[in-house]
């Protein structure tokens, strides 16, 4: 199974803290989403980082286990995931394993990132390719994922998770795996929001290869996405995310 092994010495620390910064006006839903797949990974505790009140109580309402915080400072965090639902954030530290997803994406192309010390994974659908350069955008067809998800992965130095029918993971040094499990019940709105935060919970593993345990989280979210479509004949983002538990 993917999920890190438990001992009887672990507690919620040791298992890891993620910190999940996502949601909007636009899209407060997007919030419970991302940090219901955080829930469900390798992380012991999950913080959710956000200044609107209105959408913390949101989350805090549905996930009483889960913590507000409204800045990262003297927070501890092993992992930190930002974008879905379009959240933003100032200042993004660079010295934590990353996710980005949404419009933080852009992120990704920016001078400050080049800056990081620890690595990052983006989350990009095709049309959010958008947020690296039209270059990806205008070349990219279902013959050639995998060629522009290694040329992302390169580029950029980043673990690129290309969503879309055959999911291609993929890091830097031409490297890559696709997913042939998930199907067309992950093509719902919200489905990518629940990939980002279980993402950013595996990656609070100390231990492992990052890219393993991304490939992971896309699996797990898989499953869970087939487990939904054998319950349910039209499948939405909430099923997905009730079904991580069960898988």
Known sequence: MPRKKLTDSDDKYSRGVVAISAGSKKFPGAAILAVGGARRGNAGYVKF??????????????????????????????????GPGASHLSVIPLDLPLVLDGEMISFAATSQFKKRKAYSVITPHEGELRYL???????????????IAHEIANQFDVIVVLKGHKTVIAKPGNVSKVDR????????AGSGDILA?????????????????????????S???????SRYKSVTAVEIMEALAQV
């Open 181 to 188: 499990l998930g199907g067309p019940e992950l093509a719902t």
């Open 133 to 147: 350069g039209k270059s990806f955008t205008n070349r990219i067809s279902g013959n050639n994922r995998a060629q």
């Open 49 to 82: 980082l956000s200044k609107e009140s209105r959408i913390s109580d949101l989350v805090v309402s549905k996930f009483p286990d889960v913590v507000p915080i409204q800045t990262l400072e003297n927070e501890r965090i092993d992992a930190l995931v930002v």
């Open 223 to 229: 499953r869970a996405g087939k487990a939904a479509s």
């Open 197 to 221: 935060g279980l993402i950013g919970s595996f990656l609070v593993a100390n231990t492992g290869d990052p890219f393993e345990l991304v490939c992971d989280a896309v699996d797990m979210h």
